[in-house]
């Protein structure tokens, strides 16, 4: 039995990981960088360690520093979250030779999938359809433009070892090929210390679809239906959500049974993705497998009732699977808006500041998953999620009708939030009728920066702000000739006050 | 009694303070009441409806709100400052030089153009890499580079001078 476990992460999913183990009588133990001291995670646990500077690798990411940790405070496990350590095959190989319980897969399977190429070859070999390409890294450069000219651009450039749209380009023209590589691999380098890029044909317009699987050390394994999660922007997710709007009972039933077999084929235990592409003729092909926690799992947890973090202290500890497949029902429908400390209109540029104001939504249908509050510092070292809304409701209608109401309660300063974008995603019509594909925002969204989307929307407020500006400035006036710079920290817009 | 004008999303309103509870806005007349309740956060009553707003940002002319999930960048001038502050645009288009800003906080990679050498608008002239990617800043105008303001592998804010075009 798991009795103390280290959350190696931070931010909403390490504070979303302390609750599950609050709920089930486990102490949850914290570590915080130099810039993390008064962060969320922090404040939520029953102890917290100092970890080391506020760059991640001499934090977050250091790995050996945690197993010390782990080892010293008698934790008997080490929950990864997402990002960090979470798919890293030498640091769950450490803590298997520690005799650390690493809540996840085997460092084994987690380098099979790790390694895009070696996935790729997996699934073809268990008869998963892959994504036309290569099985193997980029050799030369005159290879590369013989398979890409063979498959028929446009084609994609992928990291190896990639993720997060790291390391990734598209290819239209032969000419940008060359440049391309050097750049993708300079990039994935970067990101990921290896510089292996490798060629798969661009589909048209495709719908991203993933399958959550739940599979325990003893063989059984099960599937939580999908998510669609199209709605990127340069292949960040945005808005996710549960069941996908538009896939077919049939087909349902073909892509989850691919992603048990692809999970099979890598002798997996612990909660995983499987990520699809469909294409516009409804055929799909594996992109990858997240060998992990995914942001989007509160929407899978939504519509089948099941707590997925739960689901893997109880995997990890041993216990067999209790959730049977013919148990499982899709009991509602269920989104998620991911909340960024980002200026839309400056071209998503990440927005830093202190949280000075912050006031979440609630009622009916809404959960929000967070990891800030009052006083965090969003700080340029990390990813500028802030928090997550997810709604649920009897149907798709309710659910997007709960987050549009939802989104207008969630109030915040101190940063430049997405908020207000989502007013427009929400309420589009390719959005509301589900026919959306992964461009969609490329497409349709960003062509209307800076600031044209918000003459699409519905204004009810546009008065009301003027108003308002007007009577500060008014009463301003009247006080002294003064100038209120209320936030010190906040890096926003600093030109305006020199 | 004072008139204002208040830009929002390139609109500009027309609004007369006429009492201490009652405004003009575009010929239309409101009542209004404001509560603030905290530094970033008022009450306000138009008419019949009460809006809460978070508020951030206030330097005498520019505030940014929060109501009901819609954000607003608003620029408040009396008539006056309004007059002025068109005379001075027109003055800096004539001068024509373009300073070319940081548009997030990150490092910078590799500045591709030196002083002195020509640009397009659009062209890039900076790599910056922020959050692990790399971005490209192109040129806002065309040009020469008169001076670059950053050099290689320093870190620079959101809103920093980068570089300039004349």
Redesign the interface.
Known sequence: MIKKILIANRGEIAVRVAKACREMGIISVALYSDADRNSLHVRVMDEAYHIGASVAAESYLDGDKIIALAKKISADAIHPGYGFLSENSNFIKKCEDAKIIFIGPSSKSVKMMGDKTTARTIMKNHNVPIVPGTTEGIKSYEDAEKISLEIGLPIMLKASAGGG??GMRRIDKIEDLQKAIS?AQ??AR??FGNDTVYIEKFVENPKHIEVQILADKHGNYIHLFERDCSIQRRHQKVVEEAPAPTLTKELRAKVTEAAVNAAKACDYYNAGTIEFLFDQKESFYFLEMNTRLQVEHPVTEAITGVDLVKEQIKIAQGDVLTIKQEDLKIIGHAIECRIYAEDVD??F????GKI??HSLPSGPGVRVDCGIDILSNIS?YY??MLAKVITFGKNREEAISRM?RA????????V??N??S??WILNHPEFTNGSFDNNFLDREFIPLLP?KW??E?D????????????????K??KTT???????HD????????D | MTDYIVSINDNKHLLKILSNNSIELNDDNYEVELSQLSNFSYLLKVNNRVYQITTEKFDGQNYTFTIGGFSYNTTVRTSLEEKANEYLQNKAKENGTEIIKSPMPGLIVKILKQVGDNVKTGEPIILLEAMKMENEIRASATGIIKSISTKENSSVEKGEALLEIG
Do not use: C, M
């Not at chain 1, 906040?490 to 006050?497: D, F, I, V």
């Open positions: 749209g790291k750049s300079n990039e970067k990101a400056s071209n540029a990440p927005s830093t000075l104001h340029v990813d500028p549009i989104l207008g309660e969630y109030q915040i300063a101190g430049t939030t908020i207000h989502f007013q600031g918000k003459k929307l204004d009810k407020y546009e008065h009301v702000a003027a108003i308002l500006s007007a009577l500060l400035k008014n301003d006036s000739a003064f100038k209120r710079e209320l936030n906040n890096q926003w817009g600093k030109e305006n006050y």
